[in-house]
């Protein structure tokens, strides 16, 4: 909690630093009087943008980490990933990647929020996406999604790539808010999708799969009906 607090507030202290530097310099534009009203648009424009910047990463924080309660609902999640499939595709379409289904249709139902899953599927693909799209495709075009039981009690989501697989010893790193080795990322990711799956009492983590690329993947409870206590 401590490192996240520390992360979001480098993160929000950028622009904040940019709005009190055009407020600034709008107030010197006036105080030298006869302001050009044009500067004074220019900068108070810019303010403006920083401002609306810094209530985004908040408000990107505030949707994903937040848990709401009240959203949990008795979900099939081959269900659930057949209609992120919609979402999906034209990214994977604009990056030459194909998406392959290997779903097993007599999962149990697990009692989920399926907006906050479909959110975690939808990161990991992203994320399987750039990593193939990095190496130019190179092992490969296919992005695997996969569900199975791993046990009675659990079943298993897997984002299997072709990308350039991870490193072990930075996995910690990747779970990490605001760690990210993209131009355009924001590092968030993994660390808010794990927080999620943790809430539904699963577990989020990755293995490297033996050819090439790697697997996300999670795990959520079944929902498991306990015995009737007998009685004394
Ligand atoms: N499938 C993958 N293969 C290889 N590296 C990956 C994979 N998925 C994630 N990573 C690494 O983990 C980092 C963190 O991922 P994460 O999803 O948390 O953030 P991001 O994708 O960089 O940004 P965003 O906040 O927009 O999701 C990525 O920048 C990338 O270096
Ligand atoms: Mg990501």
Request: glycine fraction near 6%; charged fraction near 25%; aromatic fraction near 4%.
């Amino acid at each position: 909690m401590g490192e996240m607090t520390a992360s979001i507030a480098h993160e929000i202290n950028q622009p904040l630093t940019a709005i009190s530097m055009y407020a600034q310099s709008s107030i010197k534009l006036i105080e030298r009087g006869n302001a050009d009203p044009d500067k004074l648009r220019a900068a108070l424009e810019k303010l403006n943008t920083q401002s609306l910047r810094a209530g985004a990463i908040i408000e990107r924080i505030q949707r994903f980490a937040r848990p709401q309660q009240g959203q949990q609902e008795m979900t099939r999640l081959s269900v659930l990933l057949t209609d992120l499939l919609k979402l999906a595709e034209s990214d994977a379409r604009l990056h030459e990647v194909e998406l392959k289904f290997e779903l097993d249709q007599d999962l149990p139902a697990v009692l989920c929020d399926p907006i906050q899953i479909q959110q975690v599927a939808l990161n990991l693909i992203r994320n399987a996406i750039d990593a193939m799209s990095e190496i130019h495709r190179a092992f490969g075009r296919t992005i695997v999604i996969q569900t199975r039981a791993v046990s009675p009690q659990m079943v298993e989501v897997a984002v299997v790539d072709q990308g350039p697989g991870v490193a072990e010893d930075v996995e910690d790193l990747l779970f990490t808010p605001f760690h990210t080795t993209k131009k355009d990322g924001m590092g968030m990711g993994l660390s808010i999708c794990r927080t999620i799956i943790a809430q539904h009492g699963g577990v989020l983590s990755f293995r490297n799969n033996e050819n090439c690329g790697a697997s996300f993947y999670f795990t959520l409870p079944v929902e498991v009906i306990p015995d009737e206590q007998p009685d004394e």
